[in-house]
């Protein structure tokens, strides 16, 4: 059963908590004109989380879904959800689309989005942020939602355990234990610190978010850019400093 919270005016947060992994896996619905669908979750994933769109909108009329990367969590149900509804198209980078998402989950080809591209879904503004290896994954990428100030920030943020839907406190020391607990086991080595890390990061902070939206954990409202500049660090002191 997912757990629905709307985190900023008609921006709905979906979790799931999976108890054996001690993660909590987000997706994002955006009520507008053309509605869309940040992260898809795992196909395992998928009943449940078209239960939860279903009390949000009529799922058949999904017209764009979204995500960072190509992974499982991001966009593992893309074709579950392209066989429900006929008019959804995903939209990622060209790399994404390219690479992996056409040929191996896509019901039909995907829309490649330019860095800095903006798609108008009605009142929302979703602005492309192309940011390779971050969080991770040669073809990833951020939307920012102009109007309301979110940003959508997959893997960034991660927070274990089953925490609350949304908070104002700190989640970077969070984030930070995560990264030293993923460290040190089988995870390890989860997100890349390169050289290119800071660049890409700053780039997220210049957008001076008002809600951060991580696929896992809590959503943060409040100073965006500050917790992003802090999580550069925490990342740079686990990642870079233990390589
Ligand atoms: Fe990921
Ligand atoms: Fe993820």
Redesign the pocket.
Known sequence: MSQITEIAPDIFKITTFISEVNIQ?NQFLVKDEEPLLYHTGMKGLFPTVNEAVAKLIDPTTLRWIGFSHF?A??CGALREWQRLAPDATAICSFVSKMVSVDDVVAERPARALEDGEVLVTGKFRFKFIQTPHVPHAWDAGHLFEENSGTLLC??LF?QNGEVEAVTSSDIVSRFKDMLIEYQEGPFANYLAYTSKTEKNLGRLADLKPKTIAP??GSTYVGDGETAILDLAQAMKEVLAESA
């Open positions: 896996f992974e969590d991001e997959s893997d991660h696929m896992h």
